[in-house]
Nanobody, 122 residues
């Protein structure tokens, strides 16, 4: 069982930056592909970004390419999402996720954190 705890959310003005972090309890964290999803009010959850167990491959939703960067530190069991040039449409609850398969972490991850709220004001 992988437990994931997100932090770093908050309120920021449009054009600003935030850095989200996710701490994983799993000792074998380095075996897992990781991803971020988000859910805006009244909308379904959507994929944001993902990376493989060693960070060698990454994938981003078109809406965040060039603005967001996903990264991980396997020595510290942490996942990060650097978000720059934030827009009001980036507002939502951001979830850290994990799965042993990279293909699955981008579609239907097995493990989810509780989420952290990001609000971008115009």
């Amino acid at each position: 069982q992988v437990q994931l705890v997100e932090s770093g959310g908050g309120l920021v003005q449009a054009g600003g930056s935030l850095r989200l972090s996710c701490a994983a309890s799993e000792r074998r964290f380095s075996l897992y592909a990781m991803a971020w999803f988000r859910q805006a009010p009244g909308k379904e959850r959507e994929f944001v970004a993902a990376l493989t167990w060693n960070g060698g491959s990454t994938d981003y939703a078109d809406s965040v390419k060039g603005r967001f960067t996903i990264s991980r530190d396997n020595a510290k069991n942490t996942l990060s999402l650097q978000m720059n040039s934030l827009k009001p449409q980036d507002t939502g609850v951001y979830y850290c996720t994990a799965d042993l398969r990279y293909a699955d972490v981008r579609r239907m991850p097995q493990y989810w954190g509780q989420g952290t709220q990001v609000t971008v004001s115009a």
